[in-house]
C-alpha cells in the first residue's frame, strides 16, 4: 500500500543530470569464481573437439525434412484471428503505454521508461522470444500502425512504394543495434528522460517511414528489435513450413536461418557490446578512463567510443577470419563463408547474452514492473505492482548464479560448435570438412573463453 | 561404438568438472554482527580522487565507513539497491557507516566529478 517514499523519490531524481554512465540498477554481479571459469573453458574446447571427431558425416539439417507439424490444437489457437489480433492489440497499448511515460513522465529514474526501455524491450525478448518465437514481430507496434495506415488507405502493408534492396539485407538493422548499445553504454546521459524519448521517437519515425516505403519486409530488416528477437526466435522449438507451424529442434531450426547481408554485423554488434558492457567495469578499464592521460586531454567519450568499437569490429575479425580459413571448392567463394556460417555463432551469442544480463532482467526487471505502476511518479498504484519487494533471490545466491551462468555459456558454445559443423559439412567438400571446421572452432573458443573471462574478471 | 564411449566419456568429465568447482563459495546474507568496520580514506581535491576506481573487498552487512578529505564539500553515491547518498563538506569528514545487504559489486562514485572511487565487492 506505501507509496514510494518521497526520499528514495527525491533522491533519485536528484541523482539525475549529473550520473555519469552509470546504468539504471544498482549493484552488479560479483565476478565468477576462477575455478568455474576455468572448468567452463575446459569443458568448452573438450566439447569442441569431441564433436569435431565423434559427430555425424552427413548433413542432419535441412529444412524441408526436420520438424513436425505443431499438434492441431495449438496450431489452430496461433493461426486464429483473435490470436493475432490479440497480440496486436497487446502490442499497441504497451507502446501507447510507454509513449504516455516518455511524453508526460518524470526525469527520474522511478520513471518506468527505462526499465521498459533497457531491459524490458532491450533484454526480455531474448527469453521470450527463445521460449515462444518472433515475439516482437508478433507485437510489433510499428508493424501495426503500418497495417492500420495500410488499411485507411487501402494499401497492403506487405508492398511499398518501392521494392527493399535486398543488398541492404540486415545493415540497416545492425546499424540500429549499434545505436542502442551506443545509448546504453557510451552515451552519457542514458538515464535522462529526454534523450531516451528522443532515440524511441527516431526509431518510431524511421520505421513508419521505413514500412511506407518499402512495406513489410522492411521491418523484417531493419527493425533493430524485430530483427534480434527473430535471431534469437531461430533457437526455439517454433518456426513456420508454407505457413504451416512445426515443431522443430532448435539446432534444426537454427540451421533454417536465412544467409543475410549484414547477419555477421547483427551477430558482432550483439556479442560485442555485451562484452564491453562487461569490460567497462573491470577495474583495469575503470582506472584506465578515470587515469591522468585520458582525463588531462579530455577524452573519456573518444575513448569510450572507441571501446565499444573496437569490440564489436574485433568480434567481426575475429568471425570472419575463423570462417575463411578453410579450403573451399570450386563452386563456393571464400567471402561467402561468414554469412554462410553466421547462424552458428547465434547460440554463443544468446548464451553471452543471458548469462551476462540474467540477475539484470530478473531483479531490475522486477523493479521495472513496481514502477510502471506508478507512472508519473506521484505514489498511484495502477496495476497493483506498486508494494512489491523485488526479489533478491539469485544474487543472494552467486553460487548458482555463477554456475548458470557459465552453463549458459558453455550450453551455447555446444550448440554453436555443432550447428557449424553441420554446415561445413553441407558447404565444404570432403577433403576439407574436417580441417576446414578448426579455424572457426578457434575462433569459437576465442568467444567462449573471452566472455567466460569477462565474466570472471570484470 | 568408440565414438558413443568417447561422447559419453566427454559429456561425465565436463559434467563433473562443472559440478567440482560449484560447491564452494559462500551464499546467503550474514548477519553482520560482529564484523569489524571497513574504513576507506578518500581523498579529493580538485579532478582527482584517491582511490581511482579500485576494488575493495567487504562482507554482506558489514560497516563501510568512508573518511572523506577533500577542498569541497560534496556529495558521494552508493550505488546499491537502492542507491544510498552521503554528503560531505571540505575537510575532514568521517561519513556515517552504512552496509551492504546482498552480494554484488557496488560502485562508490563521486557525484561531482562523475568518477568511480570504489568498487565494493560484497561477498
Known sequence: MEPLTSSQGSSLGGALGQVFAHGIGGSKDLPIPLGLTIAGAVAALTVSFTVLAVAWRTPRYDAERTGRPAP????????????????????????AYTAMVAIGGDDSLINPLFGIFYVLLW?????????LGPAYKAISPVRTINAMVAKLTG?????????YPARL?????????????????????????GPVRLWCAVYVAAMLVGGALFGNTFYEHADPFEVYSTLVSRMSAWSRRDKQLVVRSPLANLDTTPVTPGLVAVTSVLFGSTAF??????????????????????????VNNLGLLTFVLVVALVFTVGTMLTGVGPDLPRRE??????????????????????????????????????PFSNGSNWFGT????????????????????????????????????????????????????????????????????????? | MIRRALAALTLVACTAGLAGCGGDGSSGSGDGKGLSTKTITVTISGDSVTPNGDRVDVQVGQPVELVVKADAAGEIHVHSDPEQQLEYGAGTTTLKPFTIDKPGIVEVESHAL?????QLEVK
Request: with cysteine; net charge neutral.
Open chain 1, 386 to 458: 506498486a508494494d512489491w519487494q523485488v526479489s533478491y533471490f539469485v544474487s543472494d545466491h552467486p553460487t548458482a548464479l555463477a554456475t548458470t551462468k557459465v552453463l549458459c555459456v558453455v550450453t551455447g558454445h555446444v550448440i554453436g560448435v555443432v550447428a557449424a559443423h553441420d554446415r561445413a559439412i553441407h558447404l565444404l567438400p570432403k577433403r576439407h570438412q574436417l580441417t576446414g571446421q578448426l579455424s572457426l572452432l578457434v575462433a569459437m573458443i576465442c568467444f567462449t573463453a573471452g566472455g567466460l573471462y569477462l565474466l570472471f574478471a570484470a
Open chain 1, 72 to 95: 492441431a490444437r495449438l496450431a489452430r489457437v496461433v493461426d486464429s484471428r483473435p490470436w493475432f489480433v490479440g497480440w496486436r492489440v497487446f502490442g499497441m497499448l504497451a507502446f
Open chain 1, 123 to 131: 533484454v526480455g525478448f531474448v527469453p521470450a522470444s527463445l521460449l
Open chain 1, 337 to 374: 563463408l561468414p554469412g554462410r556460417f553466421a547462424h552458428s555463432i547465434v547460440p554463443i551469442v544468446i548464451g553471452y547474452v543471458l548469462a551476462h544480463y540474467l540477475s539484470y532482467l530478473l531483479e531490475v526487471g522486477e523493479n521495472t514492473l513496481i514502477y510502471m505502476s506508478d
Open chain 1, 169 to 193: 539485407g540486415l545493415w540497416p538493422a545492425a546499424l540500429g543495434l549499434y545505436l542502442f548499445v551506443w545509448m546504453e553504454l557510451v552515451y552519457p546521459f542514458a538515464t535522462e528522460l
Open chain 1, 155 to 163: 494499401g497492403d502493408p506487405d508492398v511499398g512504394v518501392f521494392r
Open chain 1, 277 to 302: 558492457d562487461s569490460f567497462k567495469d573491470s577495474t583495469r578499464w575503470v582506472k584506465f578512463i578515470q587515469g591522468n592521460y585520458v582525463q588531462d586531454h579530455g577524452l573519456t567519450h573518444l
Open chain 2, 114 to 118: 562523475e568518477k568511480t572511487i570504489v
